[in-house]
């Protein structure tokens, strides 16, 4: 379903794109998708965020709606189930709250609170049924969007997921020793770093529950899908730098692809932008070749058996929802409340989030 010309909300005015950041491919050849579940995702993680108190009241009253998770996620995994499509958002909002608790714990260096933290999220991947009652909302809220997206595929899946997921957690610890140290990692380091703390194969493999079927390790491993995955979460992670880049030079942070061009390569600030703008211009270029390919792939699956014409329909799903990924991402950016630098009263600090450190303190 081609969707929103404008915006998701009930507001008509058409979205600006600053012109250091517009990419005219995406806008024109990338349209815009949302899955008709939507309006009640939005509703439903907002008191997801409350009933599981991962936000107080008055934040999520004023900027839950305003920051755009579930518009992220809903034109993202269009062809989801709406079970799955729902604990996919509310596990992506807890993501993204996961995330500005672990900037305010390196921000007023509370090392205690954030090794805690690590631990406790390790535990309750792995068992996250034992820890839907922890005293810290954090974690109980992180077992809770984990158990849900365990119940939709076999267990292989789920290994998979946590395993994954346990890789993102231990390069989140080590870019809060990055950042309490000032240090700033080489281009080569970020990369590999980056592809960790964005999740990259914690979003890909999500596109799987989103399809209906497990993929097996010789489809999802062919370097057919996998270039076109890689490419389209290589895309959002450089796009997000990009368009992060002044809230994180405002903030004093060390993590990104254009701090890290400026600090090791000795490019200026508008040497760094349109370094980073290259990278996601051929991103764009060569997902449409990985695109192809990844079809054909998929093409060559449908050998006449059930299995083949399943997997070959799964692939096509996955790949679309690939494509659906650049346009989210891209109008994300532009939309959501995380980016409006300008309009927070101190740049340094989002409104969205609170500096208290949670759990039983």
């Not at 996955?318 to 740049?347: K, T």
Request: net charge negative.
């Amino acid at each position: 379903m081609q969707a929103f010309p404008h915006s998701t909300t009930e507001a008509t005015t058409a979205v600006v794109v600053p012109p250091s950041l517009a990419l005219p491919v995406i806008e024109s050849g990338f349209p815009r998708q949302l899955h008709p579940y939507w309006p009640r995702l939005q509703e439903k993680t907002r008191l997801w965020l409350l009933e599981k108190r991962l936000m107080p009241e008055d934040k999520v009253r004023e900027y839950a709606d305003s920051l755009r998770y579930t518009d992220l996620m809903a034109g993202y995994y269009t062809d989801a189930a709406d079970e799955v499509l729902q604990a996919i958002a509310d596990y992506s909002a807890w993501f993204f709250v996961w995330d500005d608790r672990h900037d305010r714990d390196i921000v007023h260096a509370r090392a205690g609170d954030w090794r805690r933290l690590r631990h406790r999220l390790h535990t309750a991947l792995d068992a996250p049924r034992h820890h839907l009652h922890h005293p810290d909302p954090l974690v109980a809220g992180f077992a809770d969007s984990v158990l849900r997206l365990y119940g939709f595929l076999p267990g292989t899946w789920n290994q998979r997921f946590a395993r994954h997921f346990h890789a993102v957690i231990e390069a989140y610890d080590r870019e809060f020793d990055n950042r309490i140290q000032g240090y700033v990692p080489d281009v080569d380091e970020y990369l590999a770093l980056r592809r960790l703390t964005f999740a990259h194969w914690i979003w890909t493999d999500l596109l799987e529950p989103s399809a209906g079927c497990e993929l097996p390790d010789p489809v999802r491993k062919n370097p057919a899908y996998r270039r076109a995955a890689l490419l389209s979460q290589e895309f959002a992670a450089w796009y997000n730098d990009l368009c992060s880049l002044p809230k994180e030079i405002a903030g004093d942070e060390v993590h990104n692809l254009g701090i890290s061009l400026i600090t090791h390569e000795g490019l200026s600030l508008g040497e760094a932008v349109d370094d980073l703008r290259r990278r996601v211009e051929t991103c764009v270029d060569e997902f449409l070749e990985a695109e192809s390919e990844a079809l054909r792939f998929a093409d060559a699956l449908a050998d006449g058996t059930v299995q083949g014409k399943e997997w070959s329909a799964a692939v096509r799903t996955c790949v679309g929802n690939m494509r659906n990924w650049f346009s989210s991402v891209y109008w994300f950016h532009h939309e959501s409340g995380r980016y409006m630098v300008d309009s927070w009263a101190d740049r340094s600090t989002p409104p969205y989030v609170t500096n208290e450190a949670a759990g039983e303190k």
